[in-house]
C-alpha cells in the first residue's frame, strides 16, 4: 500500500535553512505529482508546494515563494523541499501529501509529518 | 483566493447520532474540486470524500457528502467512536490554490 515517511524536522534559528525529505513506497512514484503541506497544531492545514510527476512543473504558495523550494528524484522515489530564510510563521508540522490521479487537485496519501519550529 | 468556512466549530454528539458538517465558500466552488478529511489527534489527515460525493476506497458508507455552489455538507450516518474526530473540507481553485477549512471538531 501507499506509504509516505517525512523527515528532516527540527530547531532551526530564523533566517536559517532546513531541508526536508519524503520517502515513497507502494505506487508508481514518477506518475504522480506531489506535495508539501503544513500545519499548525491545532488550524487548519495550509499547501506549501506542488511538484509534478515529472519534475518539470513546480507551484508554490504565495507566503513561500521565493524562499521554498520542491525538488524529487524519480529515481530513488523521494521528494525533498528546501526550506531558506526562515521565520517563526513557518513553524508547524509538515506533510508530503500524494496528489490524486491526473489531476492532483486532493491529496489521498499523506505522511506521518515532521515538525519544523523556527526559534531564536 | 477562495475562503472556505466551517460550521460548528464544535459538534458535541453521542454515538449513534447523525453528523452535519458544513463547509461554506467565498465564492461559487466546481463541485468537482471540494473534499473532505478526517484527521485524528497526532494523525495526519485521512482523504474521505472527493468531488463533493464521492468516497475515497475504503471510507464507511456512513460517510456521504453533499453541495454545491458555495455550500457544501458532510454527513455522518450514526456517528461511531472511531469518527470522533476533525474535519477539514478543501478546495482546489486552480494554479497554486489549494485551500482548506479552518475545522470541525466532532466530540462525545
Known amino acids: 500500500q501507499v506509504h509516505l515517511v517525512d523527515s528532516g524536522g527540527g530547531v532551526v534559528q530564523p533566517g536559517k535553512s532546513l531541508s526536508l525529505s519524503c520517502a515513497a513506497s507502494?505506487?508508481?512514484?514518477?506518475?504522480?505529482?506531489m506535495h508539501w503541506v503544513r500545519q499548525i497544531p491545532g488550524k487548519g492545514p495550509e499547501w506549501v508546494a506542488r511538484?509534478?510527476?515529472?519534475?518539470?512543473?513546480?507551484e508554490y504558495a504565495g507566503s513561500v515563494k521565493g524562499r521554498f523550494t520542491i525538488s524529487r528524484d524519480n529515481s530513488e522515489n523521494m521528494m525533498y523541499l528546501l526550506m531558506d530564510s526562515l521565520t517563526t510563521e513557518d513553524t508547524a508540522v509538515y506533510y508530503c501529501?500524494?496528489?490524486?490521479?491526473?489531476?492532483?487537485?486532493?491529496?489521498?496519501?499523506w505522511g506521518q509529518g515532521t515538525l519544523v519550529t523556527v526559534s531564536s | 483566493e477562495i475562503a472556505l468556512t466551517q460550521s460548528p466549530g464544535t459538534l458535541p454528539l453521542s454515538p449513534g447520532e447523525r453528523a452535519t458538517l458544513s463547509c461554506r465558500a467565498s465564492?461559487?466552488?466546481?463541485?468537482?474540486?471540494l473534499a473532505w478529511y478526517q484527521q485524528k489527534p497526532g494523525q495526519a489527515p485521512r482523504f474521505l470524500i472527493y468531488?463533493?460525493?464521492k468516497r475515497a476506497p475504503g471510507i464507511p458508507a456512513r460517510f456521504m457528502g453533499n453541495g454545491s455552489g458555495t455550500d457544501f455538507a458532510l454527513i455522518i450516518d450514526r456517528v461511531e467512536a472511531e469518527d470522533f474526530a476533525v474535519y477539514f473540507c478543501?478546495?482546489?481553485?486552480?494554479?497554486?490554490?489549494?485551500?482548506f477549512g479552518q475545522g470541525t471538531k466532532v466530540e462525545i
Open positions: 501529501a500524494k496528489g490524486t490521479g491526473a489531476s492532483g487537485r486532493y491529496f489521498d496519501h
Open positions: 478543501q478546495q482546489y481553485g486552480g494554479s497554486a490554490m489549494y485551500t
Open positions: 468531488g463533493a460525493s
Open positions: 507502494g505506487f508508481i512514484f514518477g506518475s504522480y505529482g
Open positions: 511538484i509534478s510527476y515529472d519534475g518539470n512543473s513546480k
Open positions: 465564492q461559487s466552488v466546481s463541485g468537482d474540486s
